[in-house]
């Protein structure tokens, strides 16, 4: 038995390296092409751009290791049984669990290590790729413009340039949002320009010639203006700048579910991240579960096919949770149960094909 578990860690780990670089690179390739844009188009520094890179990866790697771990598993459970070497360990009277254990374990012993990682290298990770973003808005005000397109200036504006010329910009849309990213203000301009102001290490928006209405005004109220200013936004407001809820570890959600930080809004969606951390981090021990039976039944072992099947699962259990934190944060479902839900779906699903594959 110690052989056969040998073989099976061994294997494992080289479809998961190849898969993990592979899928890396997919997810970072819209990414690359940007950090391009910034260096060549835009004049940021190589070493700027980089740092952000690197601050992206642990919130990418949440996705891409179960993924990675799904798709050796199916390389590896599919070459067994499409050559038939699961038959003759049964044969030779092992049992097909025995043959399964080691991968269990790897996915068990992944998801302990993501749980650890999640909460505390991503978070952080995370923060930091947020206040890195902002001194390069500081640094550079308009390398994080792109027209069309809707990009958060700070914490509290949202803010879209459907023309960049030069130093102006034109057809202006913005939101001013509160802590919960609701809008509460929106301005709509026909020119702006972000001001550099070095005396203070700060960026300023002016906006001319618009409008300024209440989001949550059920009637029409706007005010017209000349021009329109935003506060200031430099390394001082980047000192002070608090964590969001995705930011926060276990413990310091738990810190304000128990104060009495949290108003009434806000615990939901609190819960909703505390029970989402932890059911997330053993998707890799649900992968691995579903993913060894549904190799052995395939019985396919090329990459191709393991890749289509991996990523169709990985959809279906990401879309899964997407609608479970949905549910929970608009407290319909209590978040211990709509967190936890697809997790059980697919354990029963796992369990039911387990069955199947043993006893074919």
């Known amino acids: 038995m110690k052989i056969i578990r040998k073989y099976i860690f061994k294997e494992l780990f080289l479809p998961f390296l190849l898969s993990l670089l592979t899928l890396s690179f ?68 092992i049992h097909p669990y025995h043959v399964m254990m080691p991968a269990f374990i790897v996915g068990l012993m992944f998801s302990f290590v993501m749980f650890v990682f999640n909460d505390q290298v991503a978070t952080e990770a995370g923060f930091q790729l947020r206040k890195t973003t902002k001194k390069m ?12 397109r809707f990009v958060k200036l700070n914490d509290q504006v949202i803010f879209l340039a459907k023309e960049l010329d030069g130093d102006t910009m034109r057809d202006i849309v913005a939101y001013e949002v509160g802590p919960t990213d609701q809008p509460i203000r ?23 010639n618009g409008s300024v209405s209440d989001a949550k005004s059920k009637g029409v109220q706007s005010i017209q ?26 413990a310091e959600l738990l810190v304000k579910l128990n104060g009495s930080q949290a108003t009434e809004e806000e615990t939901p969606r609190l819960w909703t991240a505390f029970h989402d951390r932890i059911a997330f981090a053993f ?61 059980l779906l697919l354990l029963i699903l796992g369990g039911y094909l387990m069955r199947k594959s043993v006893n074919t």
Not at 196 to 206: C, D, R
Not at 322 to 335: C, E, F, N, Q, Y
């Open 26 to 93: 997919i997810f970072m390739a819209g990414y690359l092409v940007k950090v391009a844009n910034f260096i060549i188009g835009r004049g940021v520094p190589l070493m700027d751009t980089l740092y952000m890179i690197v601050l992206s990866f642990p919130r990418m790697l949440s996705f891409t290791v179960p993924m990675s771990l799904l798709t050796a598993v199916m390389i590896v459970f599919g070459n067994l049984a499409q050559n038939n070497e699961v038959r003759a360990f049964k044969a030779s009277g």
């Open 137 to 148: 808005l500081i640094k550079h005000p308009k390398a994080l413009i792109e027209p069309g």
């Open 283 to 343: 998707g890799s021990f649900i992968f691995v579960f579903v993913g060894v039976p549904v190799a052995i039944l395939v019985k396919r072992g090329e990459v191709v096919v393991s890749f289509a099947i991996s990523m169709s699962a990985a959809c279906l259990y990401y879309v899964l949770f997407v609608g479970a934190k949905t549910v929970s944060m608009r407290d319909l479902i209590p978040a211990p149960i709509a967190l936890w839900l697809p997790n």
């Open 225 to 250: 203006f000349e021009s329109y200013e935003f506060p200031s936004f430099g390394q001082e407001d980047i000192q002070r700048m608090e964590k969001k809820m995705k930011d926060f570890t276990l």
């Open 186 to 208: 929106t301005i709509i301009a026909e020119r702006g320009e972000i001001v550099s102001l070095p005396e203070k290490s700060a960026v300023q928006i002016k906006l001319y």
